[in-house]
């Protein structure tokens, strides 16, 4: 088969001249447009799912299912459009847009907030225009509704609940809410029964926008890959409508390992295995489901997550559930069949401390892990030199970095002259030329590098977008917390792409680097 090529992007980094201050659904068509000049066929995003409120991590959702609806085009909905579009806005509240357009970060709570009100501006219109009067998208509204209330009921009712009694978790809420007894529930419904509806509404709107953007991307021959987070905030829908699956006192996190020496504490939930298994896995399987519907293929977050989970208890005591390596190897390959069984095209991030064990298992099911060029070396020969990408096996994803690592240029600055020596030696061995150790970066090294990866065995390749241009800004910066981490943008709006001079050298490039054949 041919081996795919793509990029890796947050879908918050690539906004248009008309987004309001961060990347949005319909901007993925115009870098679709770029990916196929550059003879790339796949887009890998992070996760798009709706994020507690206060966060800027993906990684951290209060939905397991939803669309965030900070990524929704507002001037894209007729709905808007009708009610006045901008001018229905106040002058304070377009000022408001006016700076986070001209913010060289995301500001995803104010475009959070911007958003929140042009929505309920549009329902309103949808209301008097279609809902009374019984349209015919009123049906339209209705049957999205109904198909996909296995999910939406559950997230509209916990963000309209969250509305009503806002500043604390689902666990501050009445406690007869917060168990979720049918008769407080009930009640909740029909004292809520607008707001939930807008909640469903704005669902509905991102995937018509969804759908629409995926359908181009296709036309452009470019397949949408997304990315499966290990679990979810425990203040989040899927949490409150399965209490009993998940330990919310224990933290879940990794162990120390290369990005931390004292390991990392995430703040999310631990699964209780045990009653997860005696469900026959029904939430995750209902989430593979969710992702083969929204992508073409989706890489599994925190792999070794899915056979050992590691947490902290409040007491400070560490634990992996399960415990022992047997049970371990079972449950991964019990969930990793779960994702098999969607038909979606997976590959599973086995980085960090993981287990020979782990990598041994997905290799046995024929799910791809992670080759990055940095960490691919032979540590027990001297000066520990790298693995040629041409020798990566056939079953994984080749990349130069990830949205947890610095960019190779940034890499390259802070280097040992051994690890430098070592790349160099690497882009010698596979014929890419001469590099002096001591020199700085360059654009020349960044293409020797980049066509070094060209080379790979792999069946996928992905680029970071900074080290297609050589750029050292970092999506992510692992164990810190800070406006440094999510909030990057591309320095031009992804509607030019395809007429700056800049974009369009790059895109002659890596379609010059050419793609394996069968």
Same mark, same amino acid.
């Given at each position: 088969?041919? @081996?795919?090529?793509?990029?890796?992007?947050?879908?918050?980094?690539?906004?248009?001249?008309?987004?309001?201050?961060?990347?949005?659904i319909?901007?993925l068509v115009p870098?679709?447009q770029w990916?196929e000049a &550059?003879?790339f066929d796949?887009?890998?995003l992070l996760p798009?799912g709706?994020m507690?409120?206060?966060?800027s991590s993906?990684?951290?959702?209060?939905?397991a299912m &939803?669309i965030?609806?900070?990524?929704?085009?507002?001037?894209?909905?007729?709905d808007f459009?009708r009610?006045?579009?901008l001018?229905?806005?106040?002058s304070?509240?377009?000022r408001?847009?006016?700076?986070?357009?001209?913010?060289s970060?995301?500001?995803?709570?104010? =475009?959070r907030?911007?958003k929140?009100?042009?929505l309920?501006?549009a329902?309103r219109?949808?209301?008097?225009?279609e809902?009374?009067?019984?349209?015919?998208r009123a049906g339209?509204?209705a049957?999205f509704?109904?198909?996909?209330?296995?999910?939406?009921d559950?997230?509209?009712?916990f963000?309209a609940c969250a $509305?009503e009694?806002?500043g604390?978790?689902?666990q501050?809420w009445p406690?007869?809410v917060?168990?979720?007894?049918?008769?407080a529930?009930?009640?909740?419904r029909?004292?809520?029964? @607008?707001r939930?509806?807008?909640?469903q509404y704005?669902q509905w709107?991102a995937?018509l926008?969804?759908?629409?953007a995926?359908?181009?991307?296709?036309?452009h021959?470019?397949?949408?890959?997304g990315?499966?987070p290990?679990? =979810?905030?425990?203040?989040?829908a899927?949490?409150?409508a @399965?209490?009993?699956?998940f330990?919310?006192? =224990?933290?879940?996190?990794?162990?120390?390992?290369?990005f931390?020496?004292?390991g990392?504490d995430?703040?999310?939930?631990m699964y209780r295995?045990d =009653?997860?298994?005696q469900?026959?896995?029904?939430?995750?399987r209902?989430?593979?489901?969710?992702?083969a &519907?929204?992508?073409?293929g989706?890489?599994?977050?925190?792999?070794?997550?899915?056979?050992?989970t590691?947490?902290?208890?409040?007491?400070?005591?560490?634990?992996?559930?399960?415990?022992?390596?047997?049970?371990?190897v079972?449950?991964?390959?019990q969930?990793m069949r779960?994702?098999?069984?969607?038909?979606?095209?997976?590959v599973?991030?086995?980085?960090g401390?993981?287990?020979?064990?782990?990598r041994?298992?997905?290799a046995?099911l024929?799910?791809?892990?992670?080759?990055?060029?940095?960490?691919?070396r032979v540590?027990?020969?001297p000066?520990?030199p790298?693995?040629?990408?041409?020798?990566y096996?056939?079953?994984?994803?080749?990349?130069?970095g990830?949205?947890?690592t610095?960019?190779? $240029?940034?890499?390259w600055?802070?280097?040992?002259t051994?690890d430098r020596y070592a790349?160099?030696e690497?882009?010698?061995?596979?014929?890419?030329?001469?590099?002096?150790p001591?020199a700085?970066?360059?654009?020349a090294?960044r293409d020797?590098i980049?066509?070094?990866?060209?080379t790979?065995?792999?069946?996928?390749?992905f680029?970071?977008?900074?080290?297609?241009?050589?750029?050292?800004?970092?999506?992510?910066?692992p164990?810190?917390?800070?406006e440094h981490?999510?909030?990057?943008?591309?320095?031009?709006?992804v509607d030019?792409?395809?007429?700056?001079?800049?974009?369009r050298?790059?895109a002659?490039f890596?379609?010059g680097?050419g793609?394996n054949?069968p």
């Open positions: 088969m041919i @081996r795919h090529r793509g990029i890796s992007l947050p879908l918050s980094s690539m906004p248009s001249s008309s987004s309001w201050g961060i990347g949005e319909p901007d870098m679709g990916l &550059a003879a796949q887009l890998m798009v709706t507690a409120r206060g966060q993906p990684y951290s959702a209060c939905s &939803a965030d609806p900070i990524y929704i085009s507002i001037e894209g909905i007729e459009s009610a006045g579009g001018e229905s806005l106040s304070d509240v377009r408001w847009l006016g700076e986070v357009r001209g913010s970060l995301v500001r995803f709570a104010q =475009v907030e911007l929140e009100v042009a309920w501006i329902f219109q949808f209301v008097s225009d809902w009374d009067q019984r349209s015919i339209e509204f049957a509704a109904h198909r996909e209330r296995w999910w939406l559950d997230y509209a009712l963000q $509305a009694w806002p604390g978790t689902w501050d406690a007869t917060a168990r979720r007894e049918p008769a529930v009930n009640e909740v029909r004292h809520l029964g @607008r939930l509806m807008f909640k704005v709107i995937s926008q969804w759908q629409s995926r359908a181009a991307l296709k036309a021959g470019v397949a949408l890959f990315d499966l290990f679990v =979810v905030d425990a203040h989040s899927d949490v409150w @399965r209490q009993d699956e330990l919310t006192e =224990v933290s879940v996190g990794v162990p120390p390992d290369a931390s020496d004292t990392q995430w703040g999310l939930p295995w =009653v997860v298994h469900s026959h896995f029904a939430w995750l209902q989430r593979a489901q969710r992702m &519907a929204l992508y073409d989706f890489r599994v977050d925190h792999l070794v997550g899915f056979y050992r590691y947490g902290k208890s409040p007491s400070g005591e560490t634990l992996f559930l399960p415990p022992d390596e047997p049970t371990q079972a449950l991964g390959e969930v779960v994702f098999l069984e969607t038909g979606a095209d997976i599973a991030e086995d980085l401390t993981v287990p020979g064990f782990v041994e298992s997905i046995r024929g799910v791809g892990g992670y080759k990055v060029l940095r960490w691919e540590w027990s020969q000066g520990r790298f693995v040629e990408p041409a020798h096996p056939a079953r994984s994803a080749a990349t130069t990830t949205h947890d610095e960019p190779m $240029a940034a890499w600055d802070e280097a040992s051994e790349l160099a690497v882009l010698h061995r596979a014929g890419a030329g001469g590099w002096d001591s700085p970066w360059s654009d090294l020797a980049l066509r070094l990866m060209a790979a065995a792999s069946d996928h390749l680029f970071p977008i900074q080290d297609v241009f050589g750029w050292r800004d970092r999506i992510n910066t164990a810190t917390v800070g981490n999510w909030t990057w943008r591309l320095p031009w709006t030019t792409w395809l007429d700056r001079e800049e974009t050298e790059r002659t890596l379609r680097t793609r054949k």
